[in-house]
């Protein structure tokens, strides 16, 4: 089975600008989560999607959003930039969500100049 | 608030060395338990889990991990390091009640020399 794919792995903004990354799960995972990491912060949920519904939302400003289509894949939006949200941005997909053990994509690389 | 705690952030070790990283979490209620390894320029990589029944349970390439509840800890090792291993190791909890949310420790940087 292929892995969770994400693209694009490197994206370069500016401040002000908004991003989308998208993120396809496994094949027949349902569950799509987001997190964020950071030298300073680690890795910290964002938000976890299941059946186009989001389930579950870390604290985060409303700047970041995300959504889940009927094939199970996701995407998420930052808007309004700032340097702060430069990270490594992971999806991670599991069967069914709910303690559910999740494998990982190997991130988008998102630099805010 | 939940917090994952990991007791060291740079560990060294020759190869054929033990290796015991520490967990620790702070939650009462149910947990999930997991090891996760990132290798130098992969993604992360389940190593092992633990959900419920035997607390020693086994993993990938040689590690297990030991759940103590009344300790709250769930440490990782591994009887013989090798260059390999050389990785960032990270722990991580998933209270149920919080369906899937991930909470992570701040990860140990194993360097292992050969």
């Known amino acids: 089975k292929a892995g969770v794919t994400q693209t694009p792995r490197y994206l370069i903004k500016t401040r002000g600008q908004q991003v989308t990354l998208s993120c396809s799960p496994i094949s027949g995972h349902r569950s799509v989560s987001w997190y964020q990491q950071t030298p300073g912060q680690g890795l910290q949920f964002l938000f976890e999607?299941?059946?186009?519904?989001?389930?579950n939302k870390g604290n985060f400003p409303g700047r970041f959003s995300g959504r889940q289509f009927s094939n199970s894949r996701s995407e998420m939006n930052v808007s309004t930039l700032e340097l702060g949200d430069s990270a490594l941005y992971l999806c991670?997909?599991?069967?069914?969500?709910?303690?559910?053990?999740?494998?990982f994509g190997p991130g988008t690389r998102l630099t805010v100049l | 608030a939940q917090s994952v705690s990991q007791h060291n952030h740079h560990v060294i070790l020759s190869e054929a060395a033990s290796l015991e990283l520490g967990c620790n979490y702070s939650y009462g209620g149910t947990v999930n338990l997991f090891w996760y390894v990132q290798y130098p320029g992969q993604h992360l990589q389940l190593l092992l889990k633990y959900f419920s029944g035997d607390p020693l349970v086994k993993g990938i390439k040689g590690f297990e991990a030991e759940f103590i509840k009344s300790k709250f800890s769930f440490n990782l090792r591994k009887p013989s390091v090798q260059w390999s291993d050389t990785a960032e190791y990270f722990c991580?909890?998933?209270?149920?009640?919080?369906?899937?949310?991930?909470?992570f420790g701040a990860g140990t940087i194993l360097r292992v020399k050969s």
């Open positions: 991670a997909s599991s069967i069914l969500g709910a303690s559910d053990t999740q494998y």
């Open positions: 991580a909890v998933n209270p149920q009640e919080y369906g899937n949310k991930l909470v």
């Open positions: 999607y299941f059946s186009e519904t989001q389930r």
